[in-house]
């Protein structure tokens, strides 16, 4: 049974640009979870969602980024027109009921 | 609102001597917590966990928590250390109904020989 897979695993995007990072769940998990994690801090979430839903995006930047998680196919964290400050790894998490999450090796994105 | 406070940012040990991480953690319900472990530029993976029953907590590795509800913690154990235990330690909180989980700043763990 294969884990949380993310890929990219790394990016390099210039201030301006558009990332797309994305998720494929473990199989049978229909909750996705995105976290985002600044150099030597924790992880913070961002956004949490099921199959075609937004459950709880409290965690987002109002601006520039966005999320879904399409009937097919996996999920996409989308920031447009990138900044530096957006340099951080991002990690999805999957979960079958809500509780235990499982982490994706995450994607490590760099603004230049 | 929830938080996790863990306030050893770095803790050196001997190959060998036992090891003992805080966390203390804010929650306004019964709490569900975690501990994770990351090595570097790898993802989460997750130690073990307490949602309710038994307050003394197994997981893999070796490692076990204890849940202190008079003292909102949840501090990680074990009682022999190995080199290959080097990593950073994630505690984090969540709950029935509020799925998202709220992390400590994590605690970074170097083991000497």
């Known amino acids: 049974n294969a884990g949380v897979m993310q890929n990219p695993r790394h990016l390099v995007r210039r201030r301006g640009q558009e990332a797309r990072l994305r998720c494929s769940p473990m199989?049978?998990?229909?909750?996705v979870y995105w976290y985002r994690q600044l150099p030597e801090e924790g992880l913070k979430f961002m956004v949490y969602?099921?199959?075609?839903?937004?459950?709880?995006e409290s965690g987002m930047p109002k601006e520039r980024f966005s999320a879904e998680f399409p009937k097919e196919g996996p999920s996409i964290l989308r920031i447009q027109q990138v900044v530096r400050g957006d340099s951080a790894a991002y990690f999805c998490?999957?979960?079958?009921?809500?509780?235990?999450?499982?982490f994706g090796p995450g994607t490590r994105l760099t603004v230049t | 609102a929830q938080s996790v406070t863990q306030p050893d940012i770095h803790i050196t040990v001997s190959e060998g001597a036992s090891l003992e991480l805080r966390c203390n953690y804010s929650?306004?319900?019964?709490?569900?917590l975690f501990w994770y472990v990351q090595s570097p530029g790898q993802g989460l993976q997750l130690l073990l966990k307490?949602?309710?029953?038994?307050?003394l907590v197994q997981g893999i590795k070796g490692f076990e928590a204890e849940f202190k509800r008079s003292q909102s913690s949840f501090n990680l154990r074990k009682p022999s250390v190995h080199w290959s235990d080097a990593a950073e330690y994630f505690c984090?909180?969540?709950?029935?109904?509020?799925?998202?989980?709220?992390f400590g700043t994590g605690t970074r763990l170097t083991i000497i020989p």
């Open positions: 998490a999957s979960s079958q009921d809500s509780y235990e999450q499982y």
């Open positions: 199989k049978g998990h229909s909750h």
């Open positions: 969602l099921q199959k075609e839903n937004i459950i709880d």
């Open positions: 929650y306004g319900a019964t709490p569900y």
């Open positions: 307490y949602f309710s029953g038994d307050t």
């Open positions: 984090a909180v969540g709950g029935f109904g509020n799925e998202k989980l709220t």
